[in-house]
């Protein structure tokens, strides 16, 4: 009996062995983290001297080969098991795009859309603007869905990483437009408003969102509205997003690393949407459960102490 275990044991995959040892050894670096992290919080030390996560190596411009760095950087994205990427995938399919179909129906027109289009093309006449669109996850769902969109993103290379991938799927007819630029850069050149503005990237990994947030809301039409997320500062949001996330399953999301410092209250989000005269309409907690990275899956919860999003419409004048 014994020895029939020992067997099973042996035969276990390495991976699983090597799985287990990072897992312990970022268990023991824990404490480290908490302090790191009160010490951040409390100090005026800059982000912009931290450690983060960046694309530099998938850069077209970081290569002598431009192909083979772009053709790197869409297996990254789309195709590789890296955790960000594939964290960011399922925020996208699991939380953003059915909110935006439940927005854009409910907030947007006051109806149930499924009784005006069919159930595969649920936005169909709408126009969405994604801000901070990345590699295209959620801007490709949106298309799918019958939906006019604007992806727009400060990284060039996952702007030609989103394209790539859109052509190498669907060719170039009725693809999506991405924009190398900031949301206040297109306020500035382009008149145009939306029905849905997505902000993509939560607001805690946004740089000055207090800034940002307003001259989005301005890209939203009357009647339209503005979807927001974020990492709650909260002691949950920090034991849930570093501490259980990044420490115990190592899972990074977005493309620099959490700061609990950076983290956002809903109050300051609301006194925000105050200043902009944007209604709240909907607010729901967000929260990434697994056991394992792998099995990891994103879901909306009335608790919204680890995280949340925000639905807020621009009134309409008459």
Same mark, same amino acid.
């Given at each position: 009996?014994?020895? +029939?275990?020992?067997?099973?044991?042996?035969?276990?995959?390495?991976?699983?062995?090597?799985?287990?040892? @990072?897992?312990?050894?970022?268990?023991?670096?824990?404490?480290?983290?908490?302090?790191?992290?009160?010490?951040? *919080?409390?100090?005026?030390?800059? #982000?912009?001297?931290?450690?983060?996560?960046?694309?530099?190596?998938?850069?077209?411009?970081?290569?002598?080969?431009?192909?083979?760095?772009? $053709? #790197?950087?869409?297996?990254?994205?789309?195709?590789?098991?890296?955790?960000?990427?594939?964290?960011?995938?399922?925020?996208? $399919?699991?939380?953003?795009?059915?909110?935006?179909?439940?927005?854009?129906?409910?907030?947007?027109?006051?109806? #149930?859309?499924?009784?005006?289009?069919?159930?595969?093309?649920?936005?169909? %006449?709408?126009?969405?603007?994604?801000?901070?669109?990345?590699?295209?996850?959620?801007?490709?769902?949106?298309?799918?869905?019958?939906? @006019?969109?604007? &992806?727009? #993103?400060?990284?060039?290379?996952?702007?030609?990483?989103?394209?790539?991938?859109?052509?190498?799927?669907?060719?170039?007819?009725?693809?999506? +437009?991405?924009?190398?630029?900031?949301?206040?850069?297109?306020?500035?050149?382009?008149?145009?408003?939306?029905?849905?503005?997505?902000?993509?990237?939560?607001?805690?990994?946004?740089?000055?969102? $207090?800034?940002?947030? =307003?001259?989005?809301?301005?890209?939203?039409?009357?009647?339209?509205?503005?979807?927001? +997320?974020?990492?709650?500062?909260?002691?949950? %949001?920090?034991?849930?997003?570093?501490?259980?996330? @990044?420490?115990?399953? &190592?899972?990074?999301? &977005?493309?620099?690393?959490?700061?609990?410092?950076?983290?956002?209250?809903?109050?300051?989000?609301?006194?925000?949407?105050?200043?902009?005269?944007?209604? =709240?309409?909907?607010?729901?907690?967000?929260?990434?459960?697994?056991?394992?990275?792998?099995?990891?899956?994103?879901?909306?919860?009335? *608790?919204?102490?680890? %995280?949340?999003?925000?639905?807020?419409?621009?009134? @309409?004048?008459?």
């Amino acid at each position: 009996m014994h020895r +029939t275990k020992l067997r099973k044991f042996v035969k276990l995959p390495w991976h699983w062995m090597v799985e287990v040892f @990072e897992c312990w050894w970022r268990i023991c670096l824990i404490p480290l983290r908490i302090l790191a992290e009160s010490l951040l *919080y409390f100090s005026s030390f800059p #982000d912009a001297l931290l450690p983060s996560e960046t694309n530099k190596a998938y850069s077209p411009t970081a290569r002598g080969d431009p192909k083979s760095a772009l $053709k #790197d950087s869409v297996h990254f994205w789309w195709a590789s098991s890296a955790t960000s990427a594939v964290m960011q995938r399922k925020f996208a $399919k699991q939380i953003l795009q059915p909110v935006v179909v439940e927005t854009y129906s409910k907030v947007v027109l006051g109806r #149930d859309i499924s009784d005006a289009f069919p159930s595969h093309t649920p936005l169909l %006449g709408a126009r969405i603007l994604e801000v901070q669109c990345g590699a295209g996850f959620l801007t490709e769902l949106l298309m799918e869905a019958g939906a @006019e969109v604007t &992806g727009i #993103d400060t990284d060039a290379s996952v702007i030609l990483a989103a394209r790539a991938h859109w052509q190498k799927r669907k060719g170039i007819s009725g693809r999506p +437009t991405y924009l190398n630029m900031s949301a206040r850069v297109l306020l500035e050149q382009r008149v145009d408003s939306y029905d849905v503005v997505v902000v993509t990237e939560p607001l805690d990994q946004l740089k000055n969102w $207090k800034d940002q947030l =307003p001259v989005c809301a301005k890209l939203v039409r009357q009647g339209g509205a503005l979807i927001v +997320t974020s990492a709650n500062r909260t002691p949950a %949001g920090l034991i849930w997003n570093i501490v259980g996330l @990044e420490q115990v399953l &190592g899972c990074v999301s &977005g493309r620099k690393a959490k700061r609990f410092r950076n983290f956002v209250k809903e109050k300051e989000v609301m006194a925000v949407f105050r200043e902009t005269q944007l209604i =709240p309409t909907m607010f729901s907690g967000i929260v990434p459960f697994g056991l394992r990275r792998q099995t990891i899956k994103w879901h909306q919860t009335v *608790y919204h102490g680890t %995280g949340f999003l925000v639905v807020a419409k621009s009134p @309409e004048f008459y």
